[in-house]
């Protein structure tokens, strides 16, 4: 199985901007696009790290705080939370519509022929 190491950069970027973009129309916040894709970009440059568990988790908390102060800017502490857990929030939703869509639509090779999981 071939691994395309741009498309996951490419994926991790769009999915980021998705984020930040659904952010910023459920908060009303008007952000100009090219802040939305620097937070994106910025969120899709720690794919090809190589840490532990403990410290992945502090760097991508850290990153997603940078995400929003990159693409939202400072204005407040409680505006910079607010901002912060809608986007967990979102990101939580839009993860759970992804697996569903996976369970959803995702086949078993029976055979050679294809059966859905749909009707278990």
Do not use: A, P, W
Request: charged share 10%.
């Amino acid at each position: 199985m071939n691994v395309y190491l741009d498309l996951v950069f490419f994926l991790n970027f769009f999915l980021d901007s998705v984020l930040l973009f659904t952010v910023d129309i459920v908060l009303k916040r008007n952000v100009k696009k090219k802040r939305i894709l620097l937070g994106g970009l910025l969120g899709s440059s720690s794919t090809f790290l190589s840490l532990n568990s403990f410290e992945l988790f502090l760097f991508k908390f850290f990153v997603s705080v940078t995400m929003v102060l990159v693409c939202f800017s400072f204005h407040s502490l409680k505006e910079l939370m607010t901002n912060i857990l809608y986007l967990y929030f979102v990101s939580i939703l839009l993860g759970g519509f992804f697996y569903y869509l996976n369970l959803e639509f995702s086949y078993n090779v029976i055979q050679n022929l294809f059966v859905s999981n749909q009707f278990r």
